[in-house]
C-alpha cells in the first residue's frame, strides 16, 4: 500500500509542489534507519559525522553560522484522504533508542493538520559519549474552494544535546585489544565533563493568491499567482566545559575553570514572488521571480551585531513529455552576502522507454559564514579576512529504474576553499581543490535473490584538503521471500562496505569541526552488517547484526582521530502504520 502526499518545494523560492509516496511496503532498506552506508560517525547514533563520497552541497551553503551548521527542513504538505499515523521504534545496545511519530489527515478537502515527533538516544560505548536528539514539527495548510488562495503555516523546533569525550586517550589500548573483553567504558578519554547543545526553532507562513487563471473541462490553461513567505528563527550552540583539561586544550582565553561558549542568530527571512503556470496536457511550464530579504541579530562573546542582505531571483521548469528542465538563479544586491550568487540547472530527457539522460551545474559563490570570519572562544579565536568561494560542479547520469542502473560522473572545482587546517583554525588557500567522482551501481535479481553492487572512484587534485577515500565500493546481498500463504515477506541479507587507505581526520568539539590530520591513516578494512526484514501488513520490523566482524580484521577503525567506530551491535526496529 502507498499513499500519496503533496509535497511543496523549499528548495525554490517559489510555492510549486510534487507528489511524493508514502511507502509503507518495502523492506529493502527498512534497517538503514541512519544515514547511508557511507556515513562515518565519531562515536554512536545523534553524534556528528561525515560522507566518505564527496558532495558539493555538504560545503556549499549560505549559513551565517558553520559552527551550529546550516540543517534545514523542508516543510512537506500532506494530502491523504482518510487518517494515516505512522510509529517507529528502534533499541539498540548502549541504550539506543529511535523513535519516530507521524500524525497526518484532512479535515476536509480544503484543509490538512499534520506534526510529528523524532526522538534519537543513546548513551554510547565510552565514557561522556551520550546523545539525546529531539526534533518536533507541526504542518498546516487551508485553501479555498477555488484554490485560488492558499495558507500554509508550518513550525519546527530541534535540539541536540551531544556528550563530547575527545575521543579515547591512548588508541594503543584499543587497537592492541587490551581490553576486549571488558567495559570499553573503562577506557580513559580526552574530556570527562564537555558537551554541547543546539536548539534550532523556524516558524514559517506561506500565502499563495492566484489573481487570474483560466483552466478547461481538462485542466488545460494557465494562472498567474502572487506569493509571500515569512519565516521567523532562532539558532544557538553552547559548548560546556565543567574542567578544563589542559592537556587538552591549547589555551585559555576567558575562564581557567569552566568553559561556556555561545554562539546565536535571530531574526526573519522574507519573501515576495510573480508565479505564472501553464499546463496544455503533459506539458508545464512554471516561472517565478522574486525578492528575499533578511535581517538578523547575530552574537558570541564579544561580538554583538545586526545583519541584514537583499536579494532577487528566478525559477524556470519546463516539462514536455520526455524532457524536463529546470533553472535557478539567485544574486545578492547588498548586506554581508553582496555580490553572492546561486546558478543552478538540470536537464533530464528520457531518450528510451527505459533509460534516461541526465545533466546537472550549479556555480555558486558564498562569502565565508560570519563565525569564520571572527570567533572569540574559551579556547580557540581567531580574526581572519576571507574572500568568498566559488564552487562550479557539473555532472551527468545514466539511469534505468527498469534495470536499477545508474552511471553518474561528478566534475568540481572549488575556488579559493575554506578548510579547518593542522592546527584546528580556519585557513584559507588561494588555489584550487578539484574533485572527480564515477559512480556505478546495478541492482541484479536471480530469481529471490537481489545482489546490489555499488563503485565510486575519488580523484582529488590541486588542494587536497577533504581527505576522502580514492575507492569506495559497498555490496548488498539479500534473499526475498513470501511465506504463510504471503502474508509474510521477509528479506535476509548482508551489507559490506570497503573503501582504500586516507588519511584521518580529527574532529574539535569546541567549534563543532574536522580538521586535517596527518598522524593516521584509516580504511582498508571491510565492514559487514547483517539483517533480517519482514513485513505483515501494515507492520515492518528488523533485526540487524552492525559490524559483525569486528575484530577479526583488526581494530584500526576509526571515524576521527581518537575516536573508534562502533563494535559489534544489535539492533530491533519497528515500524507500523495506521490508516483508518
Not at 506569493?227 to 581557567?256: A, C, G, H, P, T
Not at 539511469?399 to 542502473?405: E, G, M, V
Not at 584546528?424 to 588557500?429: A, D, F, I, L
Not at 504471503?486 to 548482508?494: D, E
Amino acid at each position: 500500500m502507498f499513499l500519496l502526499l503533496n509535497v511543496f518545494s523549499q528548495n525554490s523560492s517559489n510555492l510549486s509542489c510534487f507528489v511524493e509516496e508514502i511507502d509503507t511496503v518495502s523492506v529493502d532498506k527498512l534497517h538503514r534507519y541512519n544515514y547511508g552506508l557511507d556515513y562515518l560517525s565519531i562515536g554512536n547514533i545523534g553524534l556528528s559525522g561525515y560522507n566518505l563520497l564527496f558532495n558539493i552541497e555538504d560545503y556549499a551553503n549560505f549559513s551565517p553560522s558553520l559552527i551550529i551548521g546550516d540543517k534545514q527542513f523542508s516543510p512537506k504538505q500532506f494530502d491523504v484522504k482518510m487518517p494515516y499515523t505512522e510509529l517507529r521504534y528502534i533499541n539498540g545496545s548502549k541504550e539506543e533508542q529511535v523513535l519516530r511519530v507521524l500524525h497526518t489527515q484532512n479535515i476536509s478537502q480544503l484543509a490538512n493538520f499534520s506534526f510529528g515527533v523524532d526522538k534519537v538516544k543513546s548513551k554510547g560505548f565510552y565514557v561522556n559519549q551520550a546523545s539525546s536528539n529531539n526534533h518536533l514539527y507541526g504542518n498546516m495548510w487551508i485553501t479555498t474552494k477555488n484554490e485560488r488562495h492558499k495558507i500554509i503555516l508550518h513550525i519546527d523546533h530541534e535540539r541536540i544535546f551531544n556528550e563530547h569525550n575527545g575521543g579515547i586517550l591512548y588508541d594503543s589500548l584499543f587497537e592492541q585489544d587490551l581490553l576486549l573483553n571488558r567495559n570499553r567504558e573503562l577506557m580513559d578519554v580526552n574530556l570527562s565533563f564537555a558537551s554541547s547543545t543546539i536548539k534550532r526553532t523556524n516558524f514559517q507562513i506561506e500565502q499563495k493568491l492566484e489573481f487570474s487563471q483560466s483552466f478547461d473541462s481538462l485542466n488545460n490553461g494557465f494562472s498567474n499567482a502572487l506569493y509571500v513567505k515569512s519565516l521567523v528563527f532562532k539558532n544557538e550552540r553552547i559548548f560546556k566545559d565543567s574542567v578544563l583539561n589542559m592537556s587538552y586544550y591549547n589555551q585559555i582565553l576567558i575562564d581557567s575553570l569552566v568553559t561556556n561558549d555561545i554562539i546565536r542568530y535571530e531574526g526573519v527571512n522574507g519573501i515576495a514572488g510573480y508565479e505564472f503556470n501553464k499546463r496544455n496536457g503533459k506539458d508545464n511550464l512554471n516561472a517565478s521571480t522574486f525578492v528575499k530579504w533578511q535581517s538578523f541579530n547575530y552574537n558570541q562573546h564579544i561580538i554583538d551585531t545586526i545583519v541584514t542582505c537583499l536579494s532577487v531571483g528566478t525559477n524556470f521548469q519546463f516539462q514536455k513529455k520526455k524532457f524536463r528542465l529546470q533553472l535557478d538563479g539567485h544574486y545578492y544586491l547588498n548586506g554581508y552576502r553582496k555580490k553572492d550568487i546561486d546558478f543552478k540547472g538540470a536537464l533530464k530527457y528520457n531518450f528510451t522507454k527505459n533509460w534516461s539522460f541526465g545533466v546537472r551545474g550549479t556555480y555558486q559563490t558564498i562569502s565565508p559564514s560570519l563565525d569564520l570570519r571572527s570567533y572569540y572562544g574559551n579556547n580557540v579565536s581567531w580574526e581572519n579576512t576571507f574572500s568568498a568561494t566559488d564552487y562550479l560542479s557539473v555532472s551527468g547520469s545514466l539511469r534505468s529504474d527498469t534495470h536499477n542502473a545508474d552511471f553518474i560522473v561528478n566534475y568540481n572545482d572549488i575556488f579559493n576553499p575554506v578548510y579547518f587546517n593542522f592546527a584546528g583554525e580556519p585557513q584559507q588557500t588561494k588555489g584550487v581543490s578539484q574533485l572527480i567522482q564515477v559512480t556505478a551501481r546495478k541492482e541484479f535479481s536471480l530469481k529471490k535473490w537481489v545482489i546490489t553492487p555499488k563503485i565510486v572512484y575519488q580523484y582529488n587534485g590541486g588542494d587536497n584538503i577533504y581527505k576522502l577515500p580514492d575507492y569506495y565500493a559497498d555490496l548488498t546481498v539479500g534473499y526475498n521471500s513470501k511465506i504463510h500463504k504471503k502474508n509474510l515477506h521477509v528479506f535476509i541479507g548482508a551489507d559490506l562496505v570497503y573503501y582504500a587507505p586516507t588519511d584521518m581526520m580529527s574532529f574539535q568539539p569546541m567549534v563543532n569541526q574536522y580538521n586535517l590530520d596527518d598522524s593516521k591513516m584509516v580504511g582498508n578494512y571491510p565492514f559487514i552488517d547483517v539483517f533480517l526484514n519482514a513485513r505483515i501488513k501494515t507492520v515492518r520490523l528488523f533485526v540487524k547484526a552492525t559490524h559483525v566482524n569486528s575484530g577479526m580484521f583488526g581494530f584500526n577503525y576509526y571515524g576521527a582521530n581518537h575516536y573508534p567506530l562502533k563494535d559489534r551491535t544489535i539492533q530491533l526496529g519497528l515500524n507500523w502504520a495506521f490508516i483508518n
